[in-house]
């Protein structure tokens, strides 16, 4: 798979006013889309390139990895990164969601989606 399909769909569902853990949205198609292009690439790109996504700041692409890595991966990942030693690849997708949660750029409703989404893990 062409990486840049991940990217891509993170943009077009971006300027559809579509992002992670809006829940109303969950069955919307596009939703859905960018959610399976992620598990693909995640499948074929493997934990370490994939998680190189939680570098991305535009269109919320580190959201959309941290989110579908949490939710599609079993929690054994509890290796560590390879430029990370002392950090699980689950601790990298939590921080990249919780620093998004406490931005005080984003809406109240975006904000407590994230802190439910989280709160599901432990």
Known sequence: MDTANFLWACKQIYFLNIHPFDTDK??????????QIGQIALNELGTQNFLGYLLEGQYRVELWAAMIFLE???????K???????QTAKYHCIQSIEKY??????????KQSG???LAKLV
């Open 26 to 35: 969950v069955e919307d198609e596009n939703y859905e889309k960018v959610v």
């Open 101 to 110: 949660i406490t931005s005080p750029h984003i809406s109240e409703r975006r």
């Open 115 to 117: 802190s439910k989404f």
């Open 80 to 86: 560590a990164l390879i430029n990370s030693p002392n």
């Open 72 to 78: 599609t991966k079993n929690i054994e990942e509890k």
